[in-house]
T-cell receptor, first 118, second 112 residues
């Protein structure tokens, strides 16, 4: 099946710094990528949807100036957490979808990035 | 408003038994219903998915049953094994370019 990678797999940073997380589709072109965050023992919460070459669509309550998303190519999307604070500590997961693949509805998830803000 | 309701929240099953997880949805426009398995510290992995034109789909030990009139679907894990212990999420979406809506998850523990 299609493979999605994330980098880094974990990151620890100081409060006030910015952190960039990369999401790559390794063997397919992702027309759409999604970013989720997941707190311990909870479900995935959609943060934003990004389509290649256009601005991301953020879910209600997600600060677009704090969580910057760039989807500059069909294989790479980045999430930058700006001025991170301890409450931003979470598990961030991306997923990618190729509309041309098997009807285009299957989402392939990355392995996640554990962010800890001290 | 939660669009996909999942139950139970946690489930303990003996090895060899059948694990059953249920989901109910509200939006009748949904036409794609996947189940994901997630191990601690990992991203979700697609297990099996169904579309509303069939009432059942089986892949190995995993079966989805779908009831369109009741707006419900369920995951059955036959011959449950300790390695199946994970969190399972149901989801739903409208085929095309809409994001998945996830249930809250079920933590399954299979004990020997």
């Amino acid at each position: 099946g299609a493979v999605v990678s994330q980098h880094p797999s974990w990151v620890i940073c100081k409060s006030g710094t910015s952190v960039k997380i990369e999401c790559r589709s390794l063997d397919f072109q992702a027309t759409t990528m999604f970013w989720y965050r997941q707190f311990p023992k909870q479900s995935l919460m959609l943060m934003a949807t990004s389509n290649e070459g256009s601005k991301a669509t953020y879910e209600q309550g997600v600060e677009k100036d704090k969580f910057l998303i760039n989807h500059a190519s069909l294989t790479l999307s980045t999430l930058t957490v700006t001025s991170a604070h301890p409450e931003d500590s979470s598990f961030y997961i991306c997923s990618a979808r190729d509309l041309g693949l098997a009807g285009g509805n299957e989402q392939f998830f990355g392995p996640g990035t554990r962010l800890t803000v001290l | 408003q939660q669009q996909v309701k999942q139950s139970p929240q946690s489930l303990i099953v003996q090895k060899g038994g059948i694990s059953i997880i249920n989901c109910a949805y509200e939006n009748t426009a949904f036409d794609y219903f996947p189940w994901y398995q997630q191990f601690p510290g990992k991203g979700p992995a697609l297990l099996i998915a169904i579309r509303p034109d069939v009432s059942e789909k089986k892949e190995g030990r995993f079966t989805i049953s779908f009831n369109k009139s009741a707006k419900q679907f369920s995951l059955h894990i036959m011959d449950s094994q300790p390695g199946d212990s994970a969190t399972y999420f149901c989801a739903a979406s409208i085929i095309g370019n809409t994001p998945l809506v996830f249930g809250k998850g079920t933590r399954l523990s299979v004990i020997a």
